[in-house]
């Protein structure tokens, strides 16, 4: 199947600061990805849909201003986390479709954000 | 609003034994269904997609039953082993390209 890379696997911040989550298509163009985050023994949560070239559409309740999304090319979304508190401490990840097949969505990696 | 769910939360069962795992959703209107597995820490990864118009997919030991208007699906595991361990994650996609909605798992363990 297709490949997704997500950088980093794990991170860990100081209160206040600001993290950069990339999502890389690695073998296929994706016109839009999708950012997910995890809370311990619960589903994953939908938080925004990144489309190439405009603007996110963030899901009720997700601050946009907090949460960063940067769809600059066909292959590379990215998720900031603006000014991080211990409650965005969670697990994020990505997820993005082949442009030419809308069928399997592919996950990355995610990523274990500890804010301390 | 579409609602995904996942019976059992958690199962345990010796090795061997073949087992289902349940998904039920609320929208019978759905573009596909995937099951996935997460390891602890991990990321998905895909095991089966049936699309809307599909009874079911087959992948080595595993099979997936979709009954769409019912709103279910199940996976079966045939002959489980140690290495199987892990959370199953059902999701469904209301179109094509759009985010997928799911539910919160079945934690499977199974011992040798």
């Known amino acids: 199947g297709a490949v997704v890379s997500q950088h980093p696997s794990r991170v860990i911040c100081k209160s206040g600061t600001s993290v950069k989550i990339e999502c890389r298509s690695l073998d296929f163009q994706a016109t839009t990805m999708f950012w997910y985050r995890q809370f311990p023994k619960k589903s994953l949560m939908l938080m925004a849909t990144?489309?190439?070239?405009?603007?996110?559409?963030?899901e009720q309740g997700v601050e946009k201003d907090k949460f960063l999304i940067n769809h600059a090319s066909l292959t590379l979304s990215t998720l900031t986390v603006t000014s991080a508190h211990p409650e965005d401490s969670s697990f994020y990840i990505c997820?993005?479709?082949?442009?030419?097949?809308?069928?399997?969505?592919?996950f990355g990696q995610g990523t274990r954000l500890t804010v301390v | 609003k579409q609602e995904v769910t996942q019976i059992p939360a958690a199962l345990s069962v010796p090795e061997g034994e073949n087992l289902v795992l349940n998904c039920s959703f609320t929208d019978s209107a759905i573009y596909n269904l995937q099951w996935f597995r997460q390891d602890p820490g991990k990321g998905l990864t895909s095991l089966l997609l049936?699309?809307?118009?599909?009874r079911e997919q087959t992948s080595g030991r595993l099979n997936a039953s979709l009954d769409k208007s019912s709103g279910r699906s199940t996976l079966y595991i045939a002959a489980s082993q140690p290495g199987d361990s892990a959370t199953y994650l059902c999701a469904v996609s209301a179109q094509a390209g759009t985010a997928l909605i799911f539910g919160k798992g079945t934690t499977l363990s199974v011992s040798s």
């Open positions: 049936i699309q809307s118009s599909q």
């Open positions: 990144s489309n190439e070239g405009s603007k996110a559409t963030y």
């Open positions: 997820s993005a479709r082949d442009r030419q097949h809308y069928t399997e969505a592919f």
